[in-house]
């Protein structure tokens, strides 16, 4: 058996060392951003689809929900319009006594800016015998 000597001893081959190219780390860095602006703008587009579908349409029974809130009415006739909330909309409403027991209609028209139509119409019957101006009312010549 031959003896071994520090001579005769092999060093192991040296390995190259396990890194990246530039090229590689350059390549995986353009997938990287396209994947991150693919998602951004897919999340963008989600978003501007959500507020789309968000929009509520106006309905004359928004007025008509406004106008119950209240006990006593008057006759003649109002407008308004919604505000911030929807601002090319606005309202016109008529009230008057449909019979002497304190059954009032008010008749409602919603106009959008612009549009020569109305954009709704509604009539609806309100019960207030407080508001009454017949015999048997509470109106204002009866005490």
Excluded: C, H
């Excluded at 192991?12 to 997938?31: D, K, Q």
């Excluded at 119950?68 to 911030?84: A, H, L």
């Amino acid at each position: 058996m031959a003896e071994s000597s520090p001579m005769n001893l092999r060093l192991p081959s040296p390995r190259p060392a396990a890194a990246f190219s530039l090229m590689e780390v350059m390549i995986a860095l353009g997938i990287f951003f396209m994947a991150v602006f693919t998602i951004l703008a897919l999340v963008s587009n989600t978003l501007r689809n959500a507020r789309a579908l968000q929009r509520v349409e106006v309905e004359a029974t928004m007025v008509a929900a406004e106008l119950t809130k209240t006990n006593r009415y008057t006759e003649g006739s109002e407008s308004g319009d919604f505000g911030d909330f929807a601002r090319e909309y606005s309202y016109r409403y008529e009230t008057y006594e449909a019979a002497t027991n304190g059954l009032w209609q008010a008749d409602i028209v919603l106009q959008r800016r612009g549009l020569g139509q109305p954009a709704g119409t509604m009539s609806i019957l309100l019960f207030s015998p407080e508001s009454s101006t017949g015999p048997f009312g509470a109106g204002p010549f009866r005490r």
